[in-house]
């Protein structure tokens, strides 16, 4: 248990569905931030939000849609997906958005779209 | 291209054996963390060094940081099946948003009983 809960673990649905992610973390901290994991690549940083204001949006598409209510929730809200989006999406939170700062994962939405 | 990229991609073992695993990065960092992730689950923090360490320890972990070379590598002593899982580098720069974690492709560790 890592103090971050993500759900639904596993999702799946059409391209024309629209659905969303949650993250919960209940560690006290300021920052929040979803990752995307497609197989053989990378982990992509999609959103960075501290302190509930976003501060970095690595040129995702508008089909993804990030809401942050409040410094412990983040959301994933997804409409009209492409097959090509279905991938692991990792919440992360840390103390701050300071480079020196561990983050901490939570377990992950695995998407498919069909 | 990315940031961060390990070496090897995949790496096999026997238990008890140390398992030695390397990172390069292009540009200047402020600090490299290293993290591991068991299949399909979320990834959990193992180390940090920062720019001006050169070694770090924690456990059965070694890390070490040239930034001359612009590489670092993580080294899993006595490894343990247990220790079978991915493991990637994550180099921290600063913009003006703050916190840029970038990860590599990762390197997939196992350990064979």
């Known amino acids: 248990e890592t103090g971050v809960t993500q759900t639904p673990r596993h999702l799946v649905m059409g391209m024309t569905n629209k659905k969303s992610l949650k993250c919960e973390q209940h560690?006290?901290?300021?920052?929040m931030y979803w990752y995307k994991q497609s197989a053989k690549k990378p982990l992509e940083l999609m959103f960075v939000?501290?302190?509930?204001?976003?501060?970095e949006n690595n040129s995702v598409p508008s089909r993804f849609s990030p809401e942050c209510p409040n410094s412990s929730h983040l959301f994933l809200h997804l409409h009209t997906l492409q097959p090509e989006d279905s991938a692991l999406y990792l919440c992360?939170?840390?103390?701050?958005?300071?480079?020196?700062?561990?983050?901490?994962f939570g377990e992950g939405s695995r998407l498919t779209v069909l | 291209s990315q940031q961060g990229e390990e070496d090897p991609q995949a790496l096999s073992i026997q238990e008890g054996e140390n398992a030695t695993m390397n990172c390069s990065y292009k540009t200047s960092i402020n600090n490299l963390q290293w993290y591991r992730q068991n299949s399909g689950r979320g990834l959990v923090h193992l180390i940090l060094i920062r720019s001006n360490e050169r070694e770090k320890h924690s456990g059965r972990l070694r890390v070490t940081l040239d930034t001359s070379k612009k590489s670092s590598s993580l080294l899993i002593t006595a490894s343990r099946a247990a220790d079978t899982a991915s493991y990637f580098c994550?180099?921290?720069?600063?913009?003006?948003?703050?916190?840029?974690?970038?990860f590599g492709g990762g390197t997939r560790l196992m350990v064979k009983p």
């Open positions: 560690l006290g901290h300021n920052a």
């Open positions: 992360a939170s840390s103390q701050d958005e300071r480079t020196s700062a561990e983050l901490f």
């Open positions: 939000y501290s302190l509930e204001e976003r501060v």
């Open positions: 994550a180099t921290g720069r600063t913009n003006n948003a703050g916190n840029m974690l970038t």
